[in-house]
Nanobody, 114 residues
Framework: QVRLVESGGGLAQAGGSLRLSCQSSGILFRTYPVGWYRQAPGKQLEFVAS???????NYADSLKSRYTITRGNNTNTATLQKNNLKPGDTAVYYC????????WGQGTQVTVSS
């Protein structure tokens, strides 16, 4: 059974940084693309970033200057480094892994205060 567990969310000040982690189990992590979406209050789910098995990254245009996604195949973990946080980054962040289906984590709340 595939399981994804996010961590690292919380309350941060504008201009600060947070690092989110997504720990996977039950799947050959290094074989599949993984990534992050977010959902702000009252808004639709929004793509944030992804990284392929070959370590190619893709970002939402509005976030690429501040966010960095990495993967640790030895630790089965995907990490999202978020810098220069803005109140607009407030959202629940979900990681996913894409294999024959897409599996999601339960989400981690990020709240950025001005």
């Amino acid at each position: 059974q595939v399981r994804l567990v996010e961590s690292g969310g919380g309350l941060a000040q504008a201009g600060g940084s947070l690092r989110l982690s997504c720990q996977s189990s039950g799947i050959l992590f290094r074989t599949y693309p993984v990534g992050w979406y977010r959902q702000a209050p009252g808004k639709q789910l929004e793509f944030v970033a992804s990284v392929t098995a070959a370590n190619n990254t893709n970002y939402a245009d509005s976030l690429k200057s501040r966010y960095t996604i990495t993967r640790g195949n030895n630790t089965n973990t995907a990490t999202l480094q978020k810098n220069n946080l803005k109140p607009g980054d407030t959202a629940v962040y979900y990681c996913y892994i894409q294999w024959s289906q897409v599996d999601w984590g339960q989400g981690t709340q990020v709240t950025v205060s001005s």
